[in-house]
């Protein structure tokens, strides 16, 4: 638990609707000072919906929030300059050269140039080798760590970064993980949507969402802990057959299809030979069949059932 004099922000009971359908529910939420909040949910979860509210491009329909210990019902000026908003679409001006647009957002932040100060964001990024290349010729990698520096550009405090990994080749996910480790680091507080369940594995703590309510907030191994059976992992021919075939066994507290292998999470005194012998007794060729740790996936996908969600 955050202590209240770190607390950057708060959110309690967060609801919107759009058309009278809704996108947020209820949501509570805290980000301390020098934490790396992830929140995960599938597409329509609620995640832009919230990053959005949090950044006053749009209004909730009820709740508050806490931004560095102050409520406001819309958010200030003296507030907004202190957060850093990275969209899920590139933004930037794509004629302007990588230098010109972290020039020009310096200044629409009200700030005279910083050459120190560029200096250092493009090094933090890996960018100074392409400080005179056009924005709209950089790698989609590149254009994010760009996107990243200019929102950067006036040292905010909270950075809420929508998705800012999507479509980015591995390389550049791990080269923007590092920057964001070190931005925790240097004790920014950091609230980060993604579709990726392995990278919410690095978060300090992580935030479920499905249809618009909060399902966890937890850190990584806490939530893992509190995860009730053992997982078994099981390959074998045409695994969606068997997964529609075997999902309603009583044997199994939840079935999970993963491509080409299915997991089977079962009570924790069931054993492999037991969880063996019922799959031959099936028809199942078993081709492998072994326990594996429970993963995020395995949670979300869990608390998604639980909830009455589909999977």
Excluded at 48 to 63: F, K, N, Y
Excluded at 289 to 298: A, F, T
Aim: contains cysteine; proline residues 4%; glycine residues 8%.
């Amino acid at each position: 638990m955050t202590s209240m004099s770190d607390l950057v922000l708060k959110i309690k009971g967060l609801g919107k609707s759009f058309a009278g359908v809704k996108a947020l529910d209820g949501v509570d939420l805290e980000v301390g000072r020098g934490e790396f909040v992830c929140l995960v949910g599938p597409d329509g979860a609620g995640k832009t919906t919230l990053i959005r509210l949090i950044c006053g491009l749009e209004q909730a329909d009820r709740g508050e929030i806490e931004y560095f210990g102050r409520q406001q019902k819309k958010l200030g000026s003296k507030e907004r300059v202190r957060l850093g908003y990275l969209s899920q679409y590139f933004s930037l001006y794509e004629d302007l050269t990588v230098e010109e647009n972290l020039d020009f957002f310096s200044r629409l932040y009200g700030q005279a140039r910083n050459q120190e100060l560029v200096e250092r964001l493009l090094e933090f990024t890996r960018m100074t080798p392409f400080r005179q290349r056009q924005a709209g010729k950089l790698s989609g990698g590149m254009k994010q760590k760009l996107a990243l520096a200019c929102t950067l550009v006036h040292q905010p405090d909270l950075l809420l970064l929508d998705e800012p990994t999507t479509g980015v080749d591995p390389v550049s996910r791990r080269d923007f993980w590092q920057i964001l480790f070190n931005l925790q680091l240097q004790g920014k507080a950091i609230l980060m949507s993604t579709p990726y369940l392995d990278e919410a594995e690095r978060a300090s703590r992580v935030a479920l969402i499905h249809q618009g309510r909060l399902l966890a907030f937890e850190t990584p191994d806490n939530l893992k802990k509190q995860f009730a059976g053992r997982v078994f992992e099981l390959i074998t021919s045409d695994p969606q057959s068997w997964y529609k075939r075997l999902k309603s066994q009583a044997v199994f507290l939840d079935l999970q299809l993963f491509g080409d292998r299915l997991h089977l999470v079962v009570r924790p005194e069931v054993q492999v030979s037991e969880i063996a012998e019922f799959l031959i007794n099936q028809g199942v060729k078993v081709e492998h069949l072994e326990e594996v740790p429970p993963g995020l996936e395995n949670v979300f996908i869990f608390l998604i059932n639980k909830s009455g969600g589909q999977n």
